[in-house]
């Protein structure tokens, strides 16, 4: 069971956003295909995005995650790039990636999502030299970055 907010209804822009938001506002956006349980019944709601996820192979650097933690930049950028190969959709870069600061920072694998996603317009470093790639996402950063997606991808 996945713990709900206690203020569902209170603007909180600058709050991090969770890993398990990220993965229901990505399988909502895929059009939140059927997933079923073990025993061939129809999940739904959060269990269902949790199927989907598990099914899919999105999942954070580190292989796993938690509903209720903090998603960071980088695992933010490599759960958006798997769901755009999920949903075959190409980005079409506008300009060059910048070799930021503390590239060494980020994990191998979220390197190509967060060199595709700047390349593409859609996600920008924390400052004109950095990414942060281990910070947390505010939901307001997540926000400008699902919408910068949606519209890169439908142009």
């Keep these: 069971m996945h713990a709900k907010s206690s203020e569902p209804t209170r603007f909180r822009p600058g709050t991090p956003v969770t ?5 229901e506002a990505l399988y909502n956006m895929v059009g939140k295909p059927t997933m079923l349980n073990q025993y061939g019944h129809t999940l739904q709601g959060l269990d269902a995005a949790d199927e989907w996820v598990h099914a899919n192979g999105i999942l954070p650097s580190s292989g796993g995650y938690s509903y209720d933690s903090f998603i960071t930049r980088q695992d933010a950028a490599l759960l958006i ?3 755009a190969g999920i949903m075959r959709v190409s980005l ?7 070799v930021f600061a503390d590239e060494w920072e ?7 999502a967060i060199s595709d996603l700047f390349r593409a317009g859609i996600i920008n470093g924390r400052t004109s030299s ?5 910070g947390a996402m505010s ?17």
């Design 19 to 23: 890993q398990g938001e990220v993965i």
């Design 81 to 83: 790039i798997r769901t």
């Design 92 to 98: 079409r870069y506008i300009r060059n990636a910048p």
């Design 106 to 112: 980020t994990a191998p694998i979220a390197r190509p």
């Design 130 to 134: 950095t990414f942060d790639p281990l």
């Design 139 to 155: 939901r307001a950063e997540f926000a400008v970055i699902m919408h910068r997606f949606i519209e890169a991808t439908t142009r």
